[in-house]
T-cell receptor
Framework: SQTIHQWPATLVQPVGSPLSLECTVE??????LYWYRQAAGRGLQLLFY??????ISSEVPQNLSASRPQDRQFILSSKKLLLSDSGFYLC?????????????????FGPGTRLTVL | SQQGEEDPQALSIQEGENATMNCSYK?????LQWYRQNSGRGLVHLIL?????REKHSGRLRVTLDTSKKSSSLLITASRAADTASYFC????????????FGSGTRLQVQP
C-alpha cells in the first residue's frame, strides 16, 4: 500500500532563517506531487506541483521554492522565512495522468507540517 | 480566487441528526470531490462524483451535483461525534496535472 511521509511535524523558526520541509512517498512510482499551504481555519492554497524529477510548477509567486531530486521525494524550501510563511504545509500525491482516466484525480495527503515563524 | 466555496462555514448539530454542507464552484468540471480533515491532520478523500452523475452514496454519505447551478451538497446522515471535522469540496485546476483547488471548508461539530 502507498504511504506518504512528511517531516518535521512541527517547526518553529525565526524570521530570516532558512527552511527545508521534506515529503516522501512509498508504494507508488511516478506520482504527481503537490505542496499546499493552509492558513489557520482556512482552505488550502496550492503552492507547487511536480509531474517528474526536476519538473516544478509554481502556482503563486512567493518566498518559497520546491525541488524534486528523486521520483518520490518533494522538498519545500526557503532561503529567508517571513512571518507570513507561517501555516500548515501539506504534501500530497496523485496517480500520474495517463495511468488512469482523468476522472481519477484523487489526492492523497501527508500528515502535514505546522510551521510557526516568529 | 478559490474555485469551490462551502457553506455554512460552521455547523453544530446533535448526534443522530443529519448534517448538510453545500459547495459552489465557478468553472466547468469533470468531477467534484469531498474531503474531510480532522483538526491538525491531513485531508482524507471521502467521495468523488462525476459531472454526468447527479447523486452518489457511500455509507452514511450522500453527495449531489447540479452542474446547471454549479453546486454540490454533502449529506451525512445519523451523525456521530466522530464525524466532527472540517469538510472541503475540491475541483480540478485546469491544466495543472490533477492539482485540486479547495474551498474554505465547513467546520462540523457533532455534540454527543
Amino acid at each position: 500500500s502507498q504511504t506518504i511521509h512528511q517531516w518535521p511535524a512541527t517547526l518553529v523558526q525565526p524570521v530570516g532563517s532558512p527552511l527545508s520541509l521534506e515529503c516522501t512517498v512509498e508504494g507508488t512510482s511516478n506520482p504527481n506531487l503537490y505542496w499546499y499551504r493552509q492558513a489557520a481555519g482556512r482552505g488550502l492554497q496550492l503552492l507547487f506541483y511536480s509531474v517528474g524529477i526536476g519538473q516544478i510548477s509554481s502556482e503563486v509567486p512567493q518566498n518559497l521554492s520546491a525541488s524534486r531530486p528523486q521520483d518520490r521525494q518533494f522538498i519545500l524550501s526557503s532561503k529567508k522565512l517571513l512571518l507570513s510563511d507561517s501555516g500548515f504545509y501539506l504534501c500530497a500525491w496523485s496517480v500520474r495522468r495517463g495511468a488512469l482516466p482523468s476522472s481519477y484525480n484523487e489526492l492523497f495527503f501527508g500528515p502535514g507540517t505546522r510551521l510557526t515563524v516568529l | 480566487s478559490q474555485q469551490g466555496e462551502e457553506d455554512p462555514q460552521a455547523l453544530s448539530i446533535q448526534e443522530g441528526e443529519n448534517a448538510t454542507m453545500n459547495c459552489s464552484y465557478k468553472t466547468s468540471i469533470n468531477n467534484l470531490q469531498w474531503y474531510r480533515q480532522n483538526s491538525g491532520r491531513g485531508l482524507v478523500h471521502l467521495i468523488l462524483i462525476r459531472s454526468n452523475e447527479r447523486e452518489k452514496h457511500s455509507g452514511r454519505l450522500r453527495v449531489t451535483l447540479d452542474t446547471s447551478k454549479k453546486s454540490s451538497s454533502l449529506l451525512i446522515t445519523a451523525s456521530r461525534a466522530a464525524d466532527t471535522a472540517s469538510y472541503f469540496c475540491a475541483t480540478a485546476i485546469p491544466k495543472s496535472r490533477r492539482a485540486l483547488t479547495f474551498g474554505s471548508g465547513t467546520r462540523l461539530q457533532v455534540q454527543p
